[in-house]
DNA sequence: CTTGCAGCTGCAAAGAGTCGCAATAAAGCG
DNA sequence: CGCTTTATTGCGACTCTTTGCAGCTGCAAG
């Protein structure tokens, strides 16, 4: 399927950008990946099939994809960030300063906050990837 | 007042550390402050009394200090960390992605958050400090 | 008061991410 | 199809933060 691509180019041609081979290279690249990948992973994936895309294009790339709301990038706590592409599969984290274990939870233990934060504030807020960190219970009971 | 350096050296003691005069310094470098301070300030508040202080010591200070809960670090988007004693004034802040303002909320708007993943997950969410990132009333309306 | 040893500090160098700029190449147009 | 405009790329330099290491020092036991 290449609907992601069709709502790249959609998104890109609504304001103004182009739709370059390395874009269309990363996107591709974010769609074949399970789970979070690192921008460095990124720059491997793309260079199998392109050798001379650079690095800094993948983070511009990725923010621009940010900036438009289709990929959701989150620091798990590693000093390294994480990309995602946006609406496969809404989750969030929860991570432990303790012991280190994350774990996943659903998009709807969010959705109180953001009602409240709109209904309040009138801010939309865009929570698609949450690393939330903490204590887990056996690190509190242990 | 130096219940600071109380809560410091209490928390220090406990985990087996020790108090520093580098630390002290830090700690009441971040006292004087009545908002966010990035690494650099510090250093440089820091240095007005010991010019021989190491960006890294700063760095290792803060970390330690967030650990004990003392500190809460955020990042407002800017790609430089903001670092603020926790406990004198709880808050979290909006960060519209569109115009850049922030907005200061209380911390009593994230407490059903945390009820609910305590009570779901167990889990002790440490939020001392957010940014969240969406789109302001004045950007979707206009 | 001295000593031993974790735990710190300062330094230098590595990682992660950003920025400015000249060259390149999408898209639209004739 | 070639031309023009202008966003985008690649590159190198730069910023912010972390890490490894060698030497130093707080602190508690002797």
């Known amino acids: ?23 269309m290279m990363v996107l591709s ?4 990946q399970e789970s979070h990948v690192t921008a ?10 392109y050798p001379y895309i650079n690095l800094s294009t993948i983070y511009r790339t990725l923010d621009l994809l940010v900036e438009l709301g289709l990929v959701a990038e989150t620091d798990l706590g590693g000093g390294v960030r994480q990309f995602e592409l946006v609406g ?9 300063q303790r012991c280190g274990q994350t774990v996943e939870i ?12 709109q209904s309040h504030y009138g801010f939309e807020a865009r929570m698609d990837h949450f690393a939330i960190f903490g204590v887990c219970k056996a690190c509190r009971e242990g």
Chains 1, 2 share one sequence.
């Open 40 to 49: 460095e992973t990124l720059l491997d994936l793309v260079r199998l099939d």
């Open 88 to 96: 496969t599969h809404p989750h969030h984290h929860l991570i432990c």
């Open 106 to 117: 659903g998009d709807d233990t969010l959705q109180p906050l953001r009602d409240r934060l």
């Open 29 to 32: 690249a974010l769609a074949e």
């Open 1 to 23: 399927m290449s609907s992601d691509l069709e709502v790249l180019q959609e998104a890109l041609r609504g304001s103004g950008q182009r739709l370059t081979p390395q874009r």
